[in-house]
């Protein structure tokens, strides 16, 4: 059954033989697998398994929380609460770090996770994800949130399930962005994909157009070129998608190339993106970089941007190097004003930002 088939515990046996840590990161990774198949059994059943539709709550982003955005959450931290690797999580779903409870033995790392990326596709069944991340907390004592707080390079691995017609978990443990695919009637994660390359360029973006008119300039200026295609400066056409779910999304682009745009935007000025970083951003940065590509906040590396807040939400531009390049060339033309033929007045005034991410 096995033959020549690399299972994800021998895959992580093998890239991970040399860190000496009694196999706690593959261990965790395995529970992360563990809770991945829990999740990806419920969100097939659909709405057979009563799981569609809201629960009267909001969560800490105040959203209304899904029936699966609870039961994903509850499974990761069942999950790998337990196995001794931990010494705390963070999820999308809950204000205040998690505690490994007191029967249990504390580890080393850090998980944050979003148990249920896309939620709001779930009841149209479109494909939905998990997203971790592992930090290492090199302290006796349980962590502060400020312990999360390490800039996206710190990851020691990091990875997102796609629960599509196939359910996929695609990891990097820092060699390489790899990808598995659940064999169902085994149960078990499969090497499909070794060694995933993102092509440096693109005629691919994703952006949610409806917010154009929130948008910096940089990125109008890209979207325009894009839409201009080979009438315009780019000298080709260009396709859209937008998936409205981040996995599915970044997914595409590590199959066949293209750029996911979600940028600051002036729509809720307090909120500087969509996207938070340390459960977001920093794991899929990290999956495109290990992958060839390349992932910004349009004025520097997402990774290299230290959280100031569990919850801190980052503008995402990511996926083939070249492009993103482009796109970060606009945003530093348009800060040193080389670019005035798109500037609109609502942006010559800089304060009206109050962050640089
Ligand atoms: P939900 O989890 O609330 O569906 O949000 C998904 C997401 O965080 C990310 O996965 C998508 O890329 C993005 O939001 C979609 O945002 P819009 O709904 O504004 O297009």
């Given at each position: ?71 994903s ?34 580890g ?78 085994i ?12 092509p ?33 400066v ?12 981040m ?29 938070r ?47 993103v ?33």
């Amino acid at each position: 059954m096995y033959l020549g088939r690399t299972t994800l515990s021998k895959f992580l046996i093998e890239q991970l033989h040399e860190l000496d840590d009694n196999g706690q990161l593959a261990g965790l990774l395995v529970d992360v697998a563990a809770a991945v198949k829990s999740i990806a059994a419920m969100t097939a059943k659909g709405a057979l398994g009563g799981f569609h539709g809201v629960i009267d709550n909001t969560n800490v982003q105040g959203e209304i929380q899904k029936k699966l955005d609870v039961l994903s959450n509850d499974a990761l931290i069942d999950a790998c609460e337990w196995g001794g690797m931990l010494a705390g999580m963070v999820s999308e779903e809950m204000e205040e770090p998690i505690q490994i409870p007191a029967e249990f033995k504390r580890g080393r790392y850090l998980l944050n996770f979003d148990p249920l990326d896309g939620s709001s596709n779930i009841d149209v069944n479109v494909s939905v994800g998990t997203i971790f991340s592992v930090l290492v907390h090199d302290k006796d004592t349980p962590p502060t949130v400020e312990d999360f707080l390490q800039e996206g390079r710190r990851q020691v691995a990091a990875g997102y399930a796609i629960y599509g017609p196939a359910t996929m978990l695609v990891i990097t443990v820092g060699k390489g962005t790899h990808a598995f695919t659940l064999d169902r009637e085994i149960g078990n994660f499969i090497l499909t994909h070794e060694n995933l390359r993102i092509p440096p360029d693109t005629s691919e973006f994703a952006i949610n157009t409806s917010n154009e008119r929130f948008w910096e300039p940089p990125i109008s200026r890209y979207v325009e070129e894009c839409k201009a295609g080979k009438t315009g400066v780019r000298g080709r056409d260009f396709n859209m998608r937008w998936i409205a779910s981040m996995v599915a999304d970044v997914h595409r682009i590590l199959m066949r190339g293209g750029v996911f745009m979600y940028p600051r935007d002036t729509k809720d000025p307090a909120k500087v993106g969509r996207l938070r970083l340390l459960y977001e951003a920093n794991p899929i940065g990290f999956i495109v970089e290990q992958a060839g590509g390349a992932a910004s906040y349009g004025r520097g590396a997402i990774l290299d941007h230290a959280a100031d807040s569990a919850h801190q939400r980052i503008a995402v531009i990511l996926g083939s190097k070249n492009e993103v390049e482009r796109i970060e060339r606009y945003h530093a033309e348009h800060d040193s004003g080389a670019d005035r033929p798109y500037a609109s007045p609502l942006f010559k005034d800089r304060s009206l930002y109050r962050s640089e991410v």
